[in-house]
């Protein structure tokens, strides 16, 4: 099975004792490709980093909504750096609100998220969007500040009209560990769903494990599982499903 984990927090410092084998783990159980997304400025140098020594690694730049009240103007501007010279970096990215944790205020979430919108379309990347428990203010900033942006809904929970509208206006819908959930049957439903030509398939790393491996460690080689429960949703073979969000996860990001 040829597998593209596109959102896996590999620099996680849970990976610190054993990440080299980790990684060659996971590409040897067919994880040909995995997208480190950056949460702040120190995990973004350390996605790069990972990309830099690894072929099949890439990175995105960008500021969680949790750490979006720590957001700089030097932040951005070496965001802009990255996605305009480094040929690793290929979206900007995870960008969004969290109305679950709230660990930054809304109003500094929305403006940061705002900001980091106009910053992809600047640079002309894809964006990776993190959205827990603020679905209705996602979709009213992404309706009249963000367009001419374009990307990924990372690690979906929202319903299927809104993943509906998501996909007019140019979004892949991802799925993690959640699909394979027992009791997740909304979000099965909706996976369903979606066309073939705009799904993906991710981890989560290090969170999210899905059954059966739940309360360890989750890790890139786990996309597999994912992929897995959504063919037997859409009636398909595991591998031929696998290969179709392979090539969705390198056409979004730009891997030729």
Not at 86 to 109: N, P
Not at 175 to 199: M, W
Request: proline share 5%.
């Amino acid at each position: 099975m040829k597998l593209f984990d596109t959102h896996a927090h590999i620099n996680d410092n849970r990976f610190d004792n054993d990440r080299a084998d980790m990684i060659q783990s996971c590409f040897d159980a067919g994880v040909e490709y995995i997208m480190i997304p950056g949460v702040d400025r120190g995990t973004v140098e350390s996605g790069v980093a990972l990309a830099e020594a690894y072929p099949n690694l890439y990175a995105a730049a960008g500021t969680h909504p949790h750490e979006s009240k720590d957001f700089t103007d030097a932040d951005y501007e070496y965001y802009k750096e990255l996605a305009l010279h480094h040929g690793k970096v290929r979206a900007i990215g995870e960008i969004g609100l969290d109305y679950y944790y709230d660990f930054s205020d809304r109003d500094t979430q929305k403006r940061v998220f705002v900001r980091q919108l106009e910053l992809a379309r600047d640079v002309d990347l894809p964006i990776i969007i993190h959205d827990r428990d603020a679905h209705g203010a996602i979709m009213d900033i992404l309706r009249n500040e963000g367009k001419g942006n374009w990307g990924i809904f990372h690690c979906y929970s929202g319903s299927w009209d809104m993943a509906k509208e998501l996909i007019k206006m140019g979004y892949y819908i991802s799925f993690a560990g959640p699909v394979v959930f027992p009791k997740s049957t909304s979000l099965k439903e909706v996976a369903r769903q979606v066309p073939l030509d705009r799904i993906l398939i991710e981890t989560d790393s290090p969170y999210l494990t899905p059954p059966p491996f739940r309360g360890r460690r989750n890790d890139p080689s786990k996309t597999q599982f994912v992929a897995e429960e959504i063919a037997v949703l859409k009636g398909m073979d595991a591998n031929e499903f696998a290969a179709i969000a392979y090539e969705n996860g390198k056409r979004v990001f730009g891997i030729e």
